[in-house]
């Protein structure tokens, strides 16, 4: 029934930056935790980014660890990846992701098992 969709992809140079943001229809999924994963050209799903249902706690991959912030906008139902010193291996398909399996005091989830709603992606091109 709800949706999330996924904007603010695109082309950008090496070193550049650009924020993706996931609108969720509805508020039930700013009270749950949520999370970035991204697909690179013929890889599978890898987890980026997690936050907390509250927003006061993140999780990163190795990856993107100091260049890459994950927020979300609970008033706003939508949860935002700001993406700094962007690199060609960052050039990927952005999905965002939300999970209703956990309570709300949950921690931020880093599995692809642990999300049951997706968005259908927005494509990041890094490039020069």
């Known amino acids: 029934q709800a949706l999330l969709a996924e904007s603010g992809g695109g082309p950008v140079q090496v070193g550049g930056s650009l924020r993706v943001s996931c609108a969720a229809s509805?508020?039930?999924?700013?009270?749950?935790?949520m999370g970035w994963f991204r697909q690179a050209p013929g890889k599978g799903r890898d987890f980026v980014a997690a936050?907390?249902?509250?927003?006061?706690?993140?999780q990163y991959a190795d990856s993107v660890k100091g260049r890459f912030t994950i927020s979300r906008d609970n008033g706003k139902n939508t949860l935002y990846l700001q993406m700094n010193t962007l690199k060609p291996e960052d050039t990927a398909i952005y999905y965002c992701?939300?999970?209703?399996?956990?309570?709300?005091?949950?921690?931020?989830?880093?599995?692809?098992?642990?999300?049951?709603?997706w968005g259908q992606g927005t494509q990041v091109t890094v490039s020069g």
């Open positions: 509805g508020d039930i999924f700013s009270k749950y935790p």
């Open positions: 992701a939300a999970t209703t399996k956990y309570g709300v005091g949950a921690a931020p989830k880093l599995r692809e098992s642990d999300y049951d709603f």
């Open positions: 936050i907390s249902w509250a927003g006061s706690i993140t």
